[in-house]
């Protein structure tokens, strides 16, 4: 439970930085031929980076979370 706050904030910043990766993608697509090749592969190559961070950590992360809620769930059946 101590860690709740850490694992929460990890899992917004997997998040946020996967969604900036998303988002800079999209906007260099969109543009087409006319978008700097290095850009597109550095924006490419970002979201490579943030959709493997969160395939590797969000399982653990999950994985956490769903113990601490099990340990509430059976304090409070303990409890009534």
Known sequence: MQ?????QG???A????LDEAQVKA???GKKGGKANSFKVDSASQKLENANSQWDSQAPFVFEK???VDESRLN?????L
């Open 26 to 28: 999209e906007k260099l």
């Open 75 to 79: 304090h409070l059946r303990d409890a």
């Open 3 to 7: 860690a709740m706050s850490t694992i």
């Open 10 to 12: 990890n899992l917004i």
């Open 65 to 67: 979370l769903q113990a």
């Open 14 to 17: 997997m998040q946020k930085e």
